[in-house]
């Protein structure tokens, strides 16, 4: 039995919550899993993990066992980048997952000037609005907007998107121009519906305007959980959108989306960089997170003003 990788496979077995998802991530046979831990329960002479069909759960001494496990783990990672090349050149595969919206027009975009300064980073970007199991898909962080409710992930608060009202003109010739954001509630009006969550939900913006504050639901007849759809949606006429100014810049510079209440304000919302705390924040983890923290003080920085319009 190699011991550093029957510590490893049992941590992962840890973090993915089963033998076949910790499996799927290191890329070996279940059987080969299982039986590792298993030799590190022999040779350990206790049981580490309650084993049930629907889940796997850590034993009193399994608990006290993995937190050595993981300082064992990330020490010998720590002695593998504090050879000078290695933290000069932090290098390895990176797996990511980011917003689409931000990938187009922004991330992938500046991508070769990180590649430039990192060439040695395999870089893996799932790019997608759903929601990431960071430990079950095997992501070292993931890059989203909104709130991060999963209280197991250790958030960066790396930007905060400014937010506005667009329509497209085709639709507002169709449906008049709303004075008033409480207009989006008559049964005339549309907008595009973002679903945020496994359940399917949208959620109401905030917005205010000297002293007056109120939540917009809106109603919709189309809603999409992909930022890149729900562009295209609202710029084909589907109903009014709500988007961070990167997004929505190019296509009011060009007419082709309309600024709605311009003297509202609405709540700006923050961009998060998310791992699993006991993940170690690896050389390669380091640099991209301190890239995207500079790349997004260009275009949205944490606390700044709103961007001019």
Same mark, same amino acid.
């Given at each position: ?6 510590? @490893? ?14 499996a ?12 590792l831990? @298993? ?19 850590l ?17 010998m990672?720590?002695?593998? +980048? #504090? ?6 050149a932090p ?17 992938v ?9 990192y ?8 790019? #997608? ?6 430990v ?7 890059v ?12 960066r ?8 009202v ?19 509630q008559? +049964?005339?009006?549309r907008?595009?519906? &973002?679903? %945020?969550?496994? !359940?399917?939900? +949208?959620?109401p913006? =905030?917005?205010?305007?000297a ?5 917009v639901?809106?109603?919709?007849? &189309? !809603? ?17 959108? %709500? ?10 510079a ?9 003297? %509202?304000q609405l709540?700006?919302?923050?961009l998060?960089? !998310?791992y ?6 690896? !050389?390669?983890?380091?640099?991209f997170?301190? %890239? ?15 961007? =001019?319009?």
């Amino acid at each position: 039995m190699d011991r550093f990788d029957a510590m @490893q496979a049992f941590a992962r077995v840890v973090e993915a919550g089963s033998f076949t998802k910790a499996a799927d991530t290191l890329h070996m046979g279940k059987t080969s899993v299982t039986q590792l831990v @298993q030799q590190l329960e022999a040779r350990l002479r206790v049981k580490l993990l309650h084993r049930t069909t629907r889940r796997v759960s850590l034993t009193a001494d399994g608990a006290a066992y993995y937190e050595r496990v993981l300082r064992l783990l990330a020490d010998m990672d720590d002695a593998e +980048t #504090s050879l000078s090349s290695a933290a000069a050149a932090p290098r390895g595969r990176l797996r990511v997952d980011v917003p689409s919206p931000l990938a187009r027009m922004l991330l992938v975009p500046a991508l070769p000037a990180f590649h430039a300064r990192y060439p040695d980073i395999q870089l893996d970007m799932g790019v #997608s609005d759903r929601v990431v199991d960071v430990v079950g898909d095997n992501v070292d962080c993931v890059v989203r907007g909104g709130s991060v409710t999963n209280p197991s992930l250790v958030a960066r608060h790396v930007a905060d998107l400014q937010l506005g009202v667009y329509a497209a003109p085709g639709y507002l010739a169709l449906a008049g121009r709303p004075a008033h954001p409480r207009a989006l509630q008559d +049964t005339h009006h549309r907008i595009v519906g &973002f679903l %945020w969550s496994r !359940a399917g939900k +949208t959620f109401p913006y =905030a917005m205010q305007r000297a002293g007056e504050r109120l939540c917009v639901q809106g109603r919709y007849a &189309f !809603a999409v959980d992909d930022g890149n759809a729900y562009l295209a949606a609202g710029l084909a006429g589907l109903g009014v959108l %709500w988007l961070p100014e990167y997004m929505a810049r190019p296509h009011r510079a060009s007419g082709e989306l309309v600024p709605l209440f311009e003297d %509202w304000q609405l709540d700006p919302m923050p961009l998060y960089v !998310a791992y699993a705390p006991h993940r170690h924040v690896s !050389a390669k983890l380091r640099a991209f997170i301190d %890239w995207i923290v500079a790349l997004m003080a260009e275009h949205a920085p944490v606390g700044g003003p709103p961007a =001019a319009r």
